[in-house]
């Protein structure tokens, strides 16, 4: 019986962090990169084309997400959905959505919860408009089933950094 062929080193960014027990990881690590750009870059073109030129993609994803089920947020939990762990950057960005008409802020006894605001839900639908004619419609769904498979790889990928991450932490 043949022994399989050497893997080679892969499409990486980093060759130095190729490990041989995990050149795919490099690769996804790379793919991660350059996907994670090209999202960014896709949904704040895509906001622009919706009326919206001058959202970075934490505004962009931020408004997205409290459009979501037209429930009322509070930060920590905007926070924690969206894993960032700098709250700082986030009350940032939703001040800048707030003073922009698109989401308002109403306080709560001691807490703060976001809301969009009709102008912000409007901009959201208009944002799908776009996304429809722009992503979806050249979409292959015969690869909706992969995409699937993909987003439960990468939350499940997620959970694994974040736990490397805290093991960093304590060295």
């Known amino acids: 019986k043949a022994s399989p062929a050497p893997r080679s080193g892969g499409i990486v960014s980093s060759s130095h962090l190729v490990s041989p027990l995990a050149v795919e990881l490099s690769e996804f690590e790379f793919g991660l990169i350059v996907a994670w750009n090209a999202f960014a870059r896709w949904a704040v073109r895509c906001m622009a084309a919706a009326g919206c030129p001058d959202?970075?993609?934490?505004?962009?994803?931020?408004?997205?997400?409290?459009?979501?089920?037209?429930?009322?947020?509070?930060?920590?939990?905007?926070?924690?959905?969206?894993?960032?762990?700098?709250?700082?950057v986030v009350a940032y960005s939703l001040k800048k959505l707030v003073a922009?008409?698109?989401?308002v802020a109403q306080k709560q006894g001691k807490e703060?919860?976001?809301?969009?605001?009709?102008?912000?839900?409007?901009?959201?639908?208009?944002?799908?408009?776009?996304?429809?004619?722009?992503?979806?419609?050249?979409?292959?769904?015969?690869?909706?089933?992969?995409?699937?498979?993909?987003?439960?790889?990468?939350?499940?990928?997620?959970?694994?950094?974040?736990?490397?991450?805290?093991?960093?932490?304590?060295?």
């Not at 922009?100 to 989401?103: C, D, I, T």
């Not at 292959?140 to 960093?168: F, K, P």
């Open 55 to 88: 959202l970075t993609i934490t505004d962009v994803l931020l408004l997205h997400h409290l459009c979501h089920r037209a429930r009322n947020k509070k930060l920590a939990d905007i926070c924690f959905v969206l894993n960032y762990e700098d709250t700082h």
């Open 100 to 103: 922009g008409g698109l989401v």
């Open 112 to 171: 703060v919860f976001y809301s969009p605001t009709p102008q912000g839900e409007a901009v959201v639908q208009q944002y799908r408009a776009v996304r429809e004619d722009c992503l979806v419609h050249s979409l292959d769904t015969e690869l909706n089933a992969d995409i699937g498979e993909l987003a439960r790889l990468l939350r499940t990928m997620s959970g694994m950094y974040d736990q490397a991450a805290r093991a960093a932490t304590s060295l």
